[in-house]
Antibody, heavy 122, light 107 residues
């Protein structure tokens, strides 16, 4: 079964750091680009970051640029998001999502994890 | 940056009704437009990609159309299990933007 499982969420104080992980299974992880998408409580979806299959290309949303770092370990079938200098507005459920650019021109996200909650609060 | 305007923000319809949601881009995005369904407490699910292509396994009552700046998502006959929030998503290399979402409820 194709699956993504996030972990690492929790409560952190403003200015703190947190590292999220996403474990992939059921497909050849090293062949796919990956993304992080977040959703604040009661709000819509916001794309956060993209990483290509070989880690050669990385993009960030302006809202997290300079504070978040995306990475991956293809040997461990894992995707990561290092979040530093966290702010109240970073409170959200964070999803990892597989990039479907291998069959979609619009680079859709075809597989999603269940999400992990990050709460930034003092 | 390309802005996406999705409407309506919510709608209420009866089982069997035809439901239509629109998404408008602030500039031409060709057919780089995808649609997702999100049920409460769950992750989003891809339904339509490249404006009009049905994702494998998705019921044929879901459809999409449009190109350029104006796009439409349709449920031909609303079913109780379709209660969810629907989002459009555009890709403008190298960023992705989602619409504000449309919450669909049963009347």
């Amino acid at each position: 079964e194709v699956q993504l499982v996030e972990s690492g969420g929790g409560l952190v104080q403003p200015g703190g750091s947190l590292r999220l992980s996403c474990a992939a299974s059921g497909f050849t992880f090293s062949s796919y680009s990956m993304n992080w998408v977040r959703q604040a409580p009661g709000k819509g979806l916001e794309w956060v970051s993209y990483i290509s299959s070989s880690s050669s290309t990385i993009y960030y949303a302006d809202s997290v640029k300079g504070r978040f770092t995306i990475s991956r370990d293809n040997a461990k079938n894992s995707l990561y998001l290092q979040m530093n200098s966290l702010r109240d507005e970073d409170t959200a459920v964070y999803y990892c999502a597989r990039d479907a650019s291998y069959y979609t021109r619009g680079n859709a996200f075809d597989i999603w994890g269940q999400g992990t909650m990050v709460t930034v609060s003092s | 940056d390309i802005q996406m305007t999705q409407s309506p923000s919510s709608l209420s319809a009866s089982v069997g009704d035809r439901v239509t949601i629109t998404c408008q881009a602030s500039q031409d995005i060709s057919n780089y437009l995808n649609w997702y369904q999100q049920k409460p407490g769950k992750a989003p699910k891809l339904l339509i990609y490249d404006a009009s292509n049905l994702e494998t396994g998705v019921p044929s009552r879901f459809s999409g159309s449009g190109s350029g700046t104006d796009f439409t998502f349709t449920i031909s006959s609303l079913q109780p299990e379709d209660i969810a929030t629907y989002y459009c998503q555009q890709y403008d290399n190298p960023t992705w933007t989602f619409g504000q979402g449309t919450k669909v409820e049963i009347k």
